[in-house]
């Protein structure tokens, strides 16, 4: 079983629709939960980071962690076609010094107007 | 400002060459990181450096060897190019994560290496 699982779709919406994206993880050290967004070849780019469990919300994106289930979730309120693009969850330990992000598979996102 | 710099862009290797991947950040990070990704499986760390002068292997070591040239530079090195070698490479930076420490890890624009 890999420390991180994403299902990687792909996923297709219309516009305005509501989209959820989740990731399960195995190792319990994980105390930073991160989702990274990643447009057709280029360089990942951070989109939202949640310390421990608890929602974040960001304009139109909400992301929520539950450690006792260790599930997160990226929610995306009326969805636009720019949002079409690869979502990567990635985490992190906080208990080592220089732990590297362990990241999902990723979901393929594509959002038609 | 130009964040993490990855050279080159495109290569084509033959089976059995062997190459460098640069990686240059001016962004003063302690940690450097090598992912390759391919469809279906994500990101996998191959290799990362928490600080100057230290280097671990990552889920997927087996065929590269790297070095942290100064605090800016990480090179990746392929001795014997594979056919499985066929990837994208990103390096990415951040400061040191762990020990109750997080920052954002910033990624180049990857490296699309295609091993014939």
């Known amino acids: 079983q890999k420390e991180v699982e994403q299902d990687p779709g792909p996923l297709s919406v219309p516009e305005g629709a509501i989209v959820s994206l989740n990731c399960t993880y195995s190792?319990?050290?994980?105390?930073?939960f991160m989702w990274y967004r990643q447009y057709s070849r280029k360089g990942p780019e951070l989109l939202m980071y949640t310390y421990s469990s608890g929602n974040k919300e960001d304009g139109r994106f909400t992301a929520q962690v539950d450690k006792s289930s260790k599930y997160i979730s990226l929610f995306i309120r009326d969805s636009q076609p720019s949002d079409s693009a690869t979502y990567l969850c990635?985490?992190?330990?906080?208990?080592?010094?220089?732990?590297?992000?362990?990241f999902g598979k990723g979901t393929t996102l594509s959002v038609s107007s | 400002n130009a964040g993490v710099t990855q050279t080159p862009k495109f290569q084509v290797l033959k089976t059995g060459q062997s190459m460098t991947l640069q990686c240059a950040q001016d962004m003063n990070h302690n940690s450097m990181y090598w992912y390759r990704q391919d469809p279906g499986m994500g990101l996998r760390l191959i290799y990362y450096s928490a600080s100057e002068g230290t280097t671990d292997k990552g889920e997927v070591p087996n065929g590269y060897n790297v070095s942290r040239l100064n605090k800016r530079e990480f090179s990746l090195r392929l001795e014997s190019a594979a056919p499985s070698q066929t990837s994208v490479y990103f390096c990415?930076?951040?400061?040191?994560?762990?020990?109750?420490?997080?920052?954002?890890?910033?990624f180049g624009q990857g490296t699309r290496l295609t091993v014939v």
């Open positions: 990415a930076s951040s400061e040191v994560q762990g020990a109750g420490i997080w920052t954002e890890a910033f």
């Open positions: 990635a985490m992190s330990a906080a208990n080592q010094a220089g732990t590297a992000l362990i």
């Open positions: 190792n319990s050290a994980f105390q930073y």
